[in-house]
């Protein structure tokens, strides 16, 4: 990542990842490699803040270690684990041993088992750390990150402190389900991604979607953009537009019109009320039923 | 630039947004990594270290635009390319006025301009539109807002739209598509564009009374409170709408922590026999402990919510409450009350629109018994008579209302019934403290029989309400899963 010394060759190494980002998207990236600090990126479903992580991945060539967060994600599954069963074999294999030497035996490398976070750390060449979806753990889980981000080293207890070799390159991303703890985003840069414009949409389709004719992807950006400006549950996201576009070119659609809308926004929409909100809203003439 | 740093740290904690001495200290190690001369850079950079929520952007972004507004001189080109030089209008430009004939050309170059969305094309027309038709006066103590109005008034942004609308249209024909669909894109597009050109104009007027006035004395008076403090009683409809976005995750945040708590609490005692047995496959060792499910009872949520017409706004917030909890959990009961009540648990369904449950809420349920009035002892009384076996033992019972009664009966022996019965009973109350029991407010005699009463304005207030109080009590709702 040494060549990325200013925000707009990270863009250009981000487009040829295939992610298209924003002049302050790209700012951000940067000064998260210039400060060695995590990227927080919040924002609705969809719109690429998991995609951002692999890019970054993708353009530096870097490998990516990824923690998928849940509720009940503890450190067994977060940072390291004892290989149990292999221990028990050992002392079972090992029967009339000294319990000193013993204890040398089982709390060794050998027998631990790497987590995302301790991977991540432990890696020998730099990589790209993504923490998805961090707004699902507990609070209390939460707390066991800090250390992680705050010097980048992890310690257990039998083996000590290990200490990161590299730095790695940190994305974590929220979906805003709960208010992040404000020690966890003090130690983050704060990026809000939301949906994008129109004109950037069309962009995104167009690289997305090779095949796509450039009047169609504007068709599609336009009608996207005017369905989340209708309050429904769960507006469509920048995923959803790509998979109805790619529904589109599969049907061999030649102009976007009312009907073909009508008869394919159950890729755009996920509830059925909203299905039909949105049809009445933009007055789709549905089938007949 | 440190001072200067200080200064907006200062004006960000003013407007309510928390910037920690740490995070002050960030942005100043992220600026000496750009180029202090981008003013996106210094803008990313700014917001990335200091505003850690999404929904403090707006206000930070209109608090750099004060601070840090001054922009780079236009690009001019394309000024020219739409009408006379700039040098003679800038003489009575300021001054206001512009004759129709400015005005007209104006309204073309921006027809033009907004056709082909060209950006800096309408950076500059702002620019002139502000020059000549607002009318600006230095040291005049008025709002941008009403600058804003008046030039947006005299470019005429009705007919504006629909040439524009035409336009697209037109363009649209070519490509042999024509319905319904259509038009109404042509319809956002354009709304789209013409939303853009407002903000370009609020920015440049902006810029102007920043100019004027300097950032201290602008900021003051162009703070707004955050989303989290709003009026919930008296919020405007689009203040509304950012209100409703924060009730789902409140919600989502109440049944996650929920069925953390049931899932943490499923471990009970020691299962001794069970363990025992296990332990005979590893040679008597007691390897794989066993425990007992614990038993988990399964309290409800009653909701009573007031929405009568003095409660208007404040009931739709309820509702929303309630629309998104009746998402999250199974065992909720919500019944919506004005002189008659009616259960409307069955409108909230998982799956149902908020904007149809309510029509449907308005047209089928029984609401109303004599006048339309709020009358929280028949309310009450009918409660207890017809829906009386929706509270049990295990139910909190929380009533939603600012307790003015019409100076009609109280109906306290009935509320005294369901506070008996219930597990616990909590009323929350959307009007400022020091009006409660004043005129005909009745709050401390229903509150007397309450566990818990509380001033509920905010959303702030509510997410501590929901977090310290309802959480405590209301236990073991289930989540739909």
Known sequence: MSEWTNPVTIQTALRSAGYLADARTAQVVYLAEQLGKPILAEGPAGVGKTALALAVAEA?????VRLQCYEGLDEGKALYEWNYHKQLLRIQTDEGKQWDELEGDIFTEDFLLERPLLAAIRSPEPVVLLIDEVDRVEVETEALLLEVLDAFQVTVPELGTMSARTRPFVVLTSNNS?????????????????????????????????????????RIA??????????????????????WARTLLALAVQHVDGQITADTLHVLLKYQADIDKVSRELSLQTAEE | MLIGLTDFADELREI??????????DAADALRHVDLGDRTAVHAAMAATMVKNARHQDAFDLAFDVFFGLRPPPPSPTTELHGPADGADTAEGSSGGGSPADVSDLFEALVGALATGDQHALSALARRAVDRLSGFQPGRPVGGRYYLYRVMHRLDV?????????????????????????????????????????????????????????????SQTLRRPLVEDLDLMHATREELAMIADRIAPLARRLASRMSARRRRGQHGRLDVRRTIRRSLAHGGALLDPQWKPRRINKPELVMLCDVSGSMATFARFTMQLTYAIGHQFSNVRAFAFIDGIDEVTRFFAPGEDFEHAMAR??????????????DYGTALECFTTEFFDAVTPSSTVIITGDARNNYRPTGEERLAKIADRARALLWINPEAKR??????????????????VFEVRTLRQLERFVESVALSRVKGLVPIS
């Open chain 1, 60 to 64: 530096t060539g870097r490998r990516l």
């Open chain 1, 178 to 218: 709960r208010e992040l703890s404000e020690a966890l985003k003090r130690r983050c840069l704060f990026l809000h991604v939301g949906y994008p414009s129109v004109h950037r949409e069309r962009d995104i389709l167009l690289s997305r979607v090779p095949e796509l004719p450039e009047e169609m992807a504007k």
């Open chain 1, 222 to 243: 336009e009608v996207v953009a005017s369905i989340r400006n209708i309050p429904v549950r769960k507006a469509p996201s920048v995923s959803e537009s790509i998979d």
């Open chain 2, 16 to 25: 309510g947004i928390p910037v920690s001495m740490v995070e002050v200290l």
């Open chain 2, 158 to 218: 009705d007919r504006l739209r629909s040439r524009l609308v035409e336009g697209l249209l037109a363009a649209d024909d070519e490509l042999g598509v024509d319905d319904e669909l259509t038009t109404r894109l042509a319809v956002d597009t354009a709304d789209r564009r013409i939303g853009a050109f407002r903000t370009e104009v609020e920015a440049e007027i902006l810029r102007r009374l920043v100019q004027d006035r300097g950032p201290e004395a602008v």
């Open chain 2, 361 to 374: 809420i308005a047209e089928e349920a029984q609401l109303i018994r004599h006048d339309g009035h709020s």
């Open chain 2, 435 to 452: 009006y409660w029991d004043t005129g005909d407010s009745v709050m401390s005699r229903y509150g007397a029989l309450c566990d818990g």
